[in-house]
C-alpha cells in the first residue's frame, strides 16, 4: 500500500505551504491527528483544523472550523485524518472552495485513487499513505535517535 514519492517531491510540497488545513483533527492531545497539527504549527505553519464535532474550540492556538467551506481565504494544502472511502467528498470540498490548492496529503494508512485522480486532474499534487511530521523530519534532519531509524549510523556507537 505504501506510496513511492521522490525526497526532492516532498521537500517541494513542504518547502512551498504555508497554511495547511488539517481535516479530523482531534482534541485528544495524544491523538496523532492533534500532535501532527501542533507540532506543523510550531514549525511556523498556518493550520487550520477542521473537525465538525469541534467546531467552536480551540487546539493549540487556532480556532477549529466546522468544514473547509468554513476557512476564510485559501490553503495551500489539505491534510487528511478520515478513513480512505470518506476521502472524495473531502477533496471535492477542497477543490471547490480553494481554487489555489496545490497539495493533497492524505495521512498514513490512507489512501483513495478515486480522489487521488480527481485532485491530480485539476494539477494538484497528491501524497497518500504518508506523514508531513514524519517527512518534514526526515527531510530537514529532524529525527534523531529517540525518532525513526533514517539509517544513518553513529560512529560513536
Known amino acids: ?3 513511492e514519492y521522490s525526497d526532492a517531491h516532498l521537500r517541494k510540497i513542504l518547502t ?11 482534541m485528544n492531545e495524544v491523538r496523532p491527528s492533534f500532535y501532527v497539527a501542533r507540532y506543523l504549527r510550531l514549525k511556523g505553519f498556518e493550520v487550520v483544523p477542521v473537525n465538525p464535532g469541534h467546531a467552536g474550540k480551540t487546539a493549540f492556538g487556532a480556532e477549529v472550523v466546522a468544514s473547509l467551506s468554513d476557512i476564510e481565504g485559501g490553503v495551500d ?3 487528511i485524518f478520515r478513513r480512505p472511502e470518506h ?3 473531502i477533496v471535492e470540498e477542497a477543490l471547490e472552495c480553494f481554487p489555489k490548492l496545490q497539495t493533497v496529503w492524505m495521512q498514513i ?5 478515486e480522489a487521488a485522480e480527481m485532485a491530480r486532474a485539476r494539477g494538484v499534487d ?3 499513505d504518508r506523514c508531513p511530521k514524519i517527512e518534514y523530519q526526515r527531510l530537514f534532519g529532524e529525527l534523531r535517535m529517540g525518532g525513526f531509524n533514517t539509517g544513518v549510523i553513529s560512529s560513536k556507537l
Open 109 to 113: 494508512g490512507v489512501v483513495n485513487e
Open 126 to 128: 497528491v501524497v497518500m
Open 1 to 3: 500500500m505504501s506510496q
Open 77 to 79: 494544502m489539505v491534510d
Open 87 to 89: 476521502v472524495p467528498p
Open 16 to 26: 512551498r505551504t504555508k497554511r495547511i488545513a488539517v481535516v479530523g483533527v482531534s
